[in-house]
Each structure stands twice: as structure tokens, then as C-alpha cells.
Nanobody, 126 residues
Framework: QFQLVESGGGLVQPGGSLRLSCMAS????????IGWFRQTPGKARQAVACTSSSDENTYYLDSVKGRFTISRDNAKNTVYLQMNSLKPEDASTYYC???????????????????WGQGTQVTVSS
């Protein structure tokens, strides 16, 4: 059974950092395209950071460029989203999805067959 489980969310002050994790079971993330998305109630889902299967193409939402980094640890079958200099507007529920279509630096979209995690809540507040 394919499963993605996110963790690492929580409450952080503006300017702080969090590292989100997305661990896969039932399949390998190696050679998979992976994306982090976020959605806040009443707002459209946003692609935040994505990487293609061999990491040759990446996408970052403009507002997170230079602050967020997507990476993977194949040995742990886990993908990470390092989030630095967090802002109140980054507060949302973050989801990972596999696979995704990554158009280098242009856009990232999930596929109809994408598997999703349950989400992890990020709150940025003083």
C-alpha cells in the first residue's frame, strides 16, 4: 500500500525555521518526482517546492525562493522541505505528493494519480 506521511509541522515565530519530512512506504522515492504543496482554507492549493525524478528540474514558488529548500534522502525514503525565515503568510497545511510534473522553474502540478500525505500544519505567529 502506497503511503506518504508528513511530519515536522508546528508553531514557529516569524523568522524561525522548520523542517518538514515526508516519508514514503510501500514504494521508493528514489527516481520519483516529488512535490510539496500547501493549502489554507478558502485559498487555492499552491505548489511550494518540487523536484523531478533525478533532481535535474526544480520548482519553487516565487515567495519562498531563497528561503525554502527541497531535498531527499533515498536511504531513508524521505523527502524534506527546509523552511527558513518563515513569515506569517507561510502558515498553512503542507502536503507532499508523488509523482508530480515539474517544469523547471516554471510550474509544478500533481498528476491525477498522485499519492498524497495527510498534511502537516505550520503556524507562524509571535
Amino acid at each position: 500500500q502506497f503511503q506518504l506521511v508528513e511530519s515536522g509541522g508546528g508553531l514557529v515565530q516569524p523568522g524561525g525555521s522548520l523542517r518538514l519530512s515526508c516519508m514514503a512506504s510501500g514504494f521508493t522515492l528514489e527516481n520519483s518526482s516529488i512535490g510539496w504543496f500547501r493549502q489554507t482554507p478558502g485559498k487555492a492549493r499552491q505548489a511550494v517546492a518540487c523536484t523531478s525524478s533525478s533532481d535535474e528540474n526544480t520548482y519553487y514558488l516565487d515567495s519562498v525562493k531563497g528561503r525554502f529548500t527541497i531535498s531527499r534522502d533515498n536511504a531513508k525514503n524521505t523527502v524534506y522541505l527546509q523552511m527558513n525565515s518563515l513569515k506569517p503568510e507561510d502558515a498553512s497545511t503542507y502536503y507532499c505528493a508523488v509523482p508530480v510534473q515539474v517544469y523547471d522553474q516554471i510550474m509544478c502540478v500533481p498528476e491525477p494519480s498522485s499519492s498524497w500525505g495527510q498534511g502537516t500544519q505550520v503556524t507562524v505567529s509571535s
